[in-house]
């Protein structure tokens, strides 16, 4: 009688196969490699900016820029740091109803602005490979303490990095490790909340 095993594999599309596979490639490569041979595709050259300087100059993030300047968040993100900034993209902020957004930006809402802002601010320089390391020894997660004080977390969907905040509402990091003379800028698709609004 022929005794027949059968294992189910996890599919090469499921985070948990992603992340292990990163965690695999990762362990190897510090067996072997220093980080610091890695080609400089990998690891951008740092930009001479702040954060601050670089959010102003973007295209990108007119809605971003204004909401700094009104919770008077400009002092912060020009310092030294360093810090780690998820920037929602206007796009991420035309999710939000012109009401909601009014709202938001009223004077007497400036600490609820500041408070979303700082949401978006973790301390420190946490790069996407930082990210997936914190993932690979959280089995497949991550939680992050913001400047706010409260965490959110990342985890794989597919090969996209994805930050969960305190609500269960999700965004995608969709362009990664914009480096800054002051931290890192992770541009995202969806504004995160640490409250409801």
């Given at each position: 009688?022929?005794?027949?095993?059968?294992?189910?594999?996890?599919?090469?599309?499921?985070?948990?196969?992603?992340?292990?596979f990163?965690?695999?490639?990762?362990?190897?490569?510090?067996?072997t490699?220093?980080?610091?041979?890695?080609?400089?595709?990998?690891y951008?050259?740092?930009n001479?900016?702040?954060i601050m300087?670089?959010?102003?100059?973007?295209?990108?993030?007119?809605?971003?820029?204004?909401?700094?300047?009104?919770?008077d968040?400009?002092?912060?993100?020009?310092?030294?740091g360093?810090?780690?900034?998820?920037?929602?993209?206007?796009?991420?902020?035309?999710?939000?109803?012109?009401?909601?957004?009014?709202?938001?930006?009223?004077?007497?809402?400036k600490?609820?602005?500041?408070d979303?802002?700082?949401?978006h601010?973790?301390?420190?320089?946490?790069?996407?490979?930082?990210?997936?390391?914190?993932?690979c020894?959280g089995?497949?997660?991550?939680?992050f303490?913001?400047?706010?004080g409260?965490?959110?977390?990342?985890?794989?969907?597919?090969?996209?990095i994805?930050?969960?905040?305190?609500?269960?509402?999700?965004?995608k990091?969709?362009?990664?490790?914009?480096?800054?003379?002051?931290?890192?800028?992770?541009?995202?698709?969806?504004?995160?909340?640490?409250?409801?609004?």
């Amino acid at each position: 009688m022929q005794l027949t095993i059968r294992t189910k594999m996890k599919s090469p599309q499921s985070p948990l196969y992603i992340i292990g596979f990163l965690c695999f490639t990762l362990s190897l490569f510090s067996q072997t490699k220093s980080l610091t041979v890695l080609t400089p595709s990998v690891y951008p050259v740092v930009n001479e900016k702040t954060i601050m300087e670089t959010t102003g100059d973007s295209e990108n993030h007119k809605i971003l820029l204004a909401a700094v300047k009104a919770a008077d968040l400009e002092k912060v993100l020009g310092q030294s740091g360093p810090f780690t900034f998820f920037a929602p993209s206007d796009n991420a902020f035309s999710k939000f109803s012109s009401e909601e957004l009014k709202h938001l930006f009223n004077e007497d809402n400036k600490k609820v602005l500041k408070d979303l802002l700082t949401y978006h601010i973790v301390a420190g320089n946490l790069s996407a490979s930082k990210m997936l390391r914190a993932m690979c020894s959280g089995r497949g997660s991550a939680s992050f303490t913001t400047v706010q004080g409260a965490k959110i977390t990342a985890t794989m969907k597919g090969t996209d990095i994805i930050l969960t905040d305190s609500l269960g509402n999700t965004a995608k990091i969709t362009v990664a490790d914009a480096g800054q003379s002051n931290g890192v800028i992770h541009e995202i698709d969806t504004v995160i909340l640490p409250t409801e609004l």
